[in-house]
């Protein structure tokens, strides 16, 4: 009699979808942390930054990302959002251990590396925080403190406690070291710099760009500290009441307060 054919186990079965596709996934997470989510945030740091140049800087800056309309959302999406979740989910599954380590990189367990999935978590709560306390997606929940007509008062009042000034700080030095030393990984992933010599170059040019980045973060945050809140609102009311005079809104005054004349 013929014995039976043995089942397959489970430990017979195929490699997961995450081994199968490994190396995709992994350009692709260090891809986006550079593109677009490292770029935007830089772009978003000096636009911040340009606060220390007044209130009218910062709101003609801000003016300017909102002039696109319905499209801001698309483009915030598109751009913004689904990078920054596909980065951060596939980066938990790395710490989770959930995709196979097949490469060996020399600081595999060093502090750096650590350093790395630290702000990584960090860095996610942070822009979860920062998203439900400025954006107008959370204002629904008791956020959403932004307005974009009163971007410098509003802002400046948001950031005017010290528990949040220090979340901030802590928060956004975490996305700045994530992406400095993401891109030295980066280079490390896509086979940029290999050698010795070449990775500790790459320290250095890693290293100046993340203090710069900060700098100019702190920087931001330093200007909103500084804001004369009342001072900032009237100078934004006055740039609205510009703005509906240009759009035809408001009647354009003389000096003396009479309505200009028809030609």
Request: net charge neutral.
């Amino acid at each position: 009699m013929e014995k039976p054919a043995p089942q397959p186990s489970s430990t017979d079965a195929g490699p997961s979808f995450l081994a199968r596709h490994e190396f995709l996934l992994r350009r692709l997470h260090s891809l986006s942390g550079l593109v677009p989510v490292g770029a935007y945030m830089v772009v978003h740091l000096v636009t911040n930054a340009s606060v220390l140049g007044g209130a009218a800087t910062f709101q003609g800056n801000v003016d300017k990302i909102h002039a696109l309309g319905p499209l801001l959302p698309i483009v915030e999406w598109t751009f913004i959002f689904i990078p920054i979740l596909f980065h951060a989910i596939f980066g938990f599954v790395i710490i989770k251990g959930g995709l196979p380590n097949t490469q060996n990189y020399a600081y595999r367990n060093n502090f750096r590396y650590t350093l790395q999935r630290i702000t990584g978590v960090l860095a996610f709560v942070y822009i979860a925080f920062h998203i439900w306390h400025l954006h107008h997606y959370g204002h629904s929940l008791g956020g959403g403190k932004f307005d974009p007509e009163h971007a410098t008062s509003s802002t400046a009042a948001a950031l005017n406690s010290l528990p949040v000034k220090i979340a901030y700080a802590i928060g956004m030095l975490s996305c700045v070291f994530h992406l400095a030393n993401g891109i030295w990984m980066m280079g490390i992933t896509w086979g940029v710099w290999v050698s010795p010599a070449a990775q500790r170059r790459a320290d250095y040019i890693c290293a100046a760009f993340g203090i710069v980045v900060a700098v100019i973060g702190l920087g931001a945050m330093k200007g909103f500290g500084d804001v004369d809140i009342d001072e900032a609102q009237q100078t934004e009311n006055r740039l609205i009441e510009v703005k509906d005079m240009l759009k035809g809104e408001r009647p354009v005054t003389t000096p003396a307060g009479s309505l200009t004349p028809d030609p």
